[in-house]
């Protein structure tokens, strides 16, 4: 299957978009750009300015969030899940910056598609800033043997905002960083607990603290206090591995029913 994106009026972002998403073909976490043939000098407007990608069939993390439900416990996602949605997030953050595999050839199908990762040297990062990462413009793909064995692959989407700026590696982080922070709690809630970090613990004692930790000083108003690409990654990978022997909804088996009924079984 496949998702077809086309504007409806001339100033839509599209072009934007599809010039963004045509380096990020090999990237793991964002949806990938299929077809590039609308592109020849005598196609019609509306072919130029469409764009095809995979089709991604598992919803959003805002319909997640949705089929989730609100009210007490206001956190529904258990620790691991989040760690795992942090990384999938800091990925596509170093995607951008860094984008994977080969500039001439493409991938045959997703299954071909790369784990971003910070390259050695000096290589400077492409300084594309997403501009509108939100819950809804980050897609739910699908499991595979990599990073996403217990927690399907997230993909962002709808980079119709994007733009290069000097700030865009900070930006995204600070982006992100504002997601994960929803996730945990209500908007109005994290700004309480960042003020008195104790009260995490009196309003939700097993959200681990290192979690609510990193996500927060993403969001640090000075982008020199946030983290870098490469501090996220190595304090995140280890935490895939992490399991909380004494609360329930940590468990392999809570985790899988919670992923079957709320994203896969989904309507
Ligand atoms: N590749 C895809 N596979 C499946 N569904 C998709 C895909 N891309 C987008 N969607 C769905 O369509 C919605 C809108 O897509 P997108 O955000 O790219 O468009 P938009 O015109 O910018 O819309 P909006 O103004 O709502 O952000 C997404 O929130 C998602 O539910
Ligand atoms: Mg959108």
């Known amino acids: 299957m496949i998702a077809v994106k086309a504007p ?9 978009e599809r010039q963004s998403l045509r380096p990020l073909v090999w990237a793991q976490h964002s949806v990938t750009l299929l077809a590039v043939q609308f592109e020849s000098e005598n196609a019609n407007w509306l072919k130029k300015n469409t ?13 997640l969030k949705r089929r989730l439900g609100g009210g007490y416990p206001r956190r529904k996602l258990p620790n691991r899940v989040l760690w795992a ?9 170093v995607g951008l910056a860094y984008p994977p595999g080969s500039r001439t050839k493409l991938p045959r199908n ?3 598609q790369l784990l971003e990762t910070i390259p050695d040297g000096n290589r ?17 793909g699908d499991f595979e043997p990599r990073e996403h064995r217990s927690f399907p692959v997230l993909k962002f989407i709808d980079f119709g905002l994007s733009s290069e700026n000097e700030d865009a590696v900070s930006g995204n982080i600070m982006d ?3 997601v994960m922070c929803n996730l945990m709690w209500s908007e109005s809630d994290i700004s309480d607990l960042l003020i008195d970090k104790n009260s995490a613990n009196i309003l939700d004692p097993n959200l681990d603290d290192e979690l609510l930790d990193w996500a927060s000083q993403c969001i640090e108003d000075d982008p020199a206090d946030r983290p870098g690409l ?5 304090a995140i990978r280890p935490n895939l591995r992490r399991t909380y022997p004494n609360i329930p909804e940590e ?12 994203i896969l079984d989904a309507e």
């Open 230 to 234: 490469s501090a996220l990654l190595s």
């Open 176 to 178: 992100i960083g504002q």
């Open 85 to 93: 949605i942090f990384l999938c997030l800091v990925r596509g953050c």
């Open 251 to 262: 468990s392999d088996r809570f985790i899988s029913e919670l992923i079957q009924r709320n």
């Open 124 to 140: 400077p990062p492409r300084e594309l800033y997403h501009g509108d990462l939100h819950e809804a413009n980050i897609m739910i």
């Open 110 to 112: 997703p299954r071909d």
């Open 8 to 16: 409806t009026w001339e100033d839509e972002d599209v072009p934007r």
């Open 51 to 63: 764009i095809i990608t995979e089709y991604l069939e598992n919803g959003t993390l805002s319909s």
